[in-house]
Nanobody, 127 residues
Framework: QVHLVESGGGSVQAGGSLRLSCAVS????????MGWFRQAPGKEREGVAAIYTGGGSIYYDESVKGRFTISQDNAKDTVYLQMNSLKPEDTAMYYC????????????????????RGQGTQVTVSS
């Protein structure tokens, strides 16, 4: 059983920054793949970033490379998404996701395909 709670969303102007947090509670299950995906109204889900703690691999969607950073604080059981230089097209509901994976499945799956996800936190970027 994995329980994920996101926080840190809000409204910012273009060029601003936000840091999303995902508090992870896991019982009898240790996820080693953590990620973020987003979905805007009327649009497909989009994998934003993911981290594979088993091998240290990190994935970023091309649209956020150089602007977003995913990190994990094991001591606090928290995953972060630092978002800088935000653009109006980043506006979406952002979800944290978790699962068990290996090197191959990490490469072949997007975060929205993970088995566990939180309720989401809204990010709105105005121009």
């Amino acid at each position: 059983q994995v329980h994920l709670v996101e926080s840190g969303g809000g409204s910012v102007q273009a060029g601003g920054s936000l840091r999303l947090s995902c508090a992870v509670s896991a019982y009898y299950y240790s996820p080693n793949c953590m990620g973020w995906f987003r979905q805007a109204p009327g649009k497909e889900r989009e994998g934003v970033a993911a981290i594979y703690t088993g091998g240290g691999s990190i994935y970023y969607d091309e649209s956020v490379k150089g602007r977003f950073t995913i990190s994990q604080d094991n001591a606090k059981d928290t995953v972060y998404l630092q978002m800088n230089s935000l653009k109006p097209e980043d506006t979406a509901m952002y979800y944290c996701a978790a699962d068990r994976c290996n090197t191959q499945t990490f490469r072949n799956r997007y975060p929205y395909e993970y088995n566990y996800r939180g309720q989401g936190t809204q990010v709105t970027v105005s121009s």
